[in-house]
């Protein structure tokens, strides 16, 4: 799955797509060059470990990124819905976000 | 907390109700307006106004009062202007890119506010500059000076999404974010952020003035929404509204000496700014244009009048028609001894009596009332020279004699004597008092603060500070309104 490379870089051009529609494309390169500081590869390590980068963009944006990442995981589910690529490594993606999402909904 | 700064060449405190001051608290009946706003935990503050109009002044003093960690990104101007123009900043730098911050609680190393020269940056810059302070200080405030001059470089749909980026990141991160603009018109930040303070100046005879206006503020009930200022030692000193002071435990007068040629005012700033207190043999004219309220008279009639006791100079004093004995004698009487006051003479209609001052009978009879104080006086001349003549003509209900007053005036002059006159315009005597006077200072209010605005000599407006409650007698301060 991790050696998908065309599909990862296709999710991760919906992510920062959907990301730069929402906070601008300036912000989302200093939080892509920050998630690489920190070990990631960039805002694409969300199809690698989306609960990493969910918990990066938890330290900036606290509950704000919740919705964000609801909104990111409507971008992907659109993305299956139009069912052009491997629809079950999206799906399997989406449930990762959306479970460690409800986990700090609980947490709140 | 760093709360003095040079003022004339001498350290004063600075009585700011903008800023919180812990040593003031006992006597303050509210919390300063800054305090009030910081404790509701704003995380956007938008200072708009034109340029020289105090926006870097008012963000530095909202970081100083803040005791957070700051952070200063200047888009316009370098760190060297920063500290010519803000001394009280300046002192304080340790290196080339760091102010040290004696306002910062922790007193190991993290109370650096590090400033950021970012005049040929990007907004991703400033983004990012952003976003690592945010995420290594906890409760941190950011200075965006100004944020104009990079956002107007993005497009308008990158502009507000970089803005509503940071906010939210502020938001989240309990910091503090202000942005400073220098085009109120074109912003798109308003919606956004938690408050807007808009600092506007205008003329008046060629003197600034200066007042912001407080757009915004969520959480908190303004009481003021629009408060003068002044920049006064490149600081942000608010000048707020008080129509009242006396002293919560009277002491005695502390008396200025007099000079050869000068009589002090008993105010060291009003005798700064007349160069040294009042010429011997001066007449002063103190206009006082309507909505200044009746204590600034007293303040500044008691300040002269205690001095001179105190001095052992004769005070005679009619007050205004509408003044009891009671109210003059209140800011005299508690902070003067008994010796002392038995050189006070108050002409009145008042029944009432005291037996502590001398009390003379004024009549409905204006020449009369000229004659016998005239006659009073030339007796006080004789036995102490200079004597000091106080007479508030504002509402006067007697119709005076123009030549028996000028008459009045000439014995003044030549005898060495001081006549304080208090008068409005609408008085009979004033179109004369103002040619006559040596001294010519007007009174007025500007969003309820008193100001007096020296007319001759030509020296500026300043505003008046009742500190009464404070020093323990009638005190005032002049604080220049620049």
Redesign the interface.
């Known amino acids: 799955m991790h050696g998908n490379d065309a599909l990862i870089a296709f999710i991760g051009k919906i992510v920062r797509e959907h990301l730069t529609r929402?906070?601008?494309?300036?912000?989302v390169?200093?939080?892509d060059?920050?998630l690489k500081k920190r070990g990631c590869k960039g805002i694409e390590d969300i199809c690698v470990d989306p609960e990493n980068v969910s918990m990066y963009l938890y330290?900036?944006?606290?509950?704000?990124?919740i919705l964000l990442e609801n909104e990111i995981a409507r971008a992907l589910e659109d993305a299956i819905n139009s069912g052009s690529k491997d629809s079950e490594f999206i799906k399997d993606i989406v449930v990762k976000i959306r479970s460690y999402n409800r986990k700090k909904v609980c947490n709140i | 907390m760093q709360n003095k700064f040079n003022y004339e060449e001498e350290e004063i405190d600075v009585y700011n109700e903008f800023i919180y001051y812990p040593e003031y608290e006992e006597y303050s009946k509210d919390k300063s307006i800054l305090h009030e706003f910081l404790s509701t935990k704003p995380t956007s503050l938008l200072i708009r106004g034109l340029p020289g109009t105090g926006k870097t002044t008012l963000a530095l003093e909202l970081l100083a009062a803040s005791r957070r960690p700051g952070y200063y990104i200047s888009t316009r101007v370098s760190l060297k202007k920063i500290k010519e123009y803000f001394p009280w900043v300046a002192d304080l730098l340790k290196d080339e890119y760091v102010v040290k911050s004696s306002y910062s609680i922790d007193s190991n190393n993290n109370n650096d506010v590090p400033v950021t020269d970012a005049r040929l940056g990007t907004s991703k810059a400033v983004v990012e500059k952003v976003m690592d302070f945010i995420l290594t200080h906890k409760n941190a405030v950011i200075i965006l000076d100004s944020w104009d001059a990079i956002a107007k470089e993005t497009d308008m749909d990158e502009r507000l999404k970089t803005e509503k980026s940071m906010v939210y990141m502020a938001d989240a991160n309990n910091s503090m974010l202000i942005f400073i603009s220098e085009e109120p018109e074109h912003n798109t930040l308003a919606y956004l952020v938690d408050s807007i303070i808009t600092l506007e100046m205008y003329y008046k005879d060629s003197f600034r003035l200066r007042h912001m206006k407080i757009d915004k503020m969520r959480g908190m009930q303004i009481k003021y929404s629009i408060i003068p200022y002044t920049l006064k030692g490149s600081r942000f000193i608010p000048l707020l509204s008080k129509d009242y002071s006396y002293p919560i435990k009277p002491i005695q007068f502390n008396a200025i000496k007099n000079s050869d040629k000068f009589i002090s005012t008993g105010s060291k700033d009003m005798d700064t700014v007349l160069g040294g207190g009042i010429r011997k043999g001066s007449i002063v004219l103190i206009e006082r244009e309507n909505g200044v309220g009746k204590s600034y008279i007293a303040h500044i009639l008691a300040s002269l009048t205690l001095n001179a006791l105190k001095n052992r100079l004769p005070v005679l004093t009619t007050p205004a028609p509408y003044v009891p004995l009671k109210s003059v004698l209140k800011y005299v009487k508690p902070f003067c001894s008994r010796e002392e006051l038995s050189l006070y003479t108050v002409f009145t209609k008042d029944d009432s009596s005291d037996d502590t001052a001398n009390i003379c009978k004024l009549t409905d009879d204006a020449s009369f009332n000229v004659n016998q104080t005239c006659s009073i006086y030339m007796r006080n001349v004789t036995r102490y020279k200079n004597t000091i003549l106080t007479c508030d003509t504002s509402l006067a209900d007697v119709n005076y004699n123009i030549n028996e007053v000028i008459n009045g005036i000439r014995k003044v002059k030549s005898s060495d004597g001081v006549l304080f006159m208090v008068s409005s315009r609408d008085s009979p005597l004033f179109d004369a008092l103002q040619n006559i006077a040596d001294v010519h200072i007007r009174l007025f209010t500007e969003h309820g603060v008193a100001l007096c605005q020296f007319v001759r000599p030509y020296k500026g407006i300043h505003a008046i500070i009742l500190e009464s409650e404070y020093k323990g007698y009638p005190y005032y301060r002049l604080v220049e309104v620049v």
Request: charged share 10%; glycine share 6%.
């Open positions: 929402v906070l601008g494309n300036s912000t390169q200093v939080i060059s920050w330290i900036i944006f606290k509950d704000a990124a």
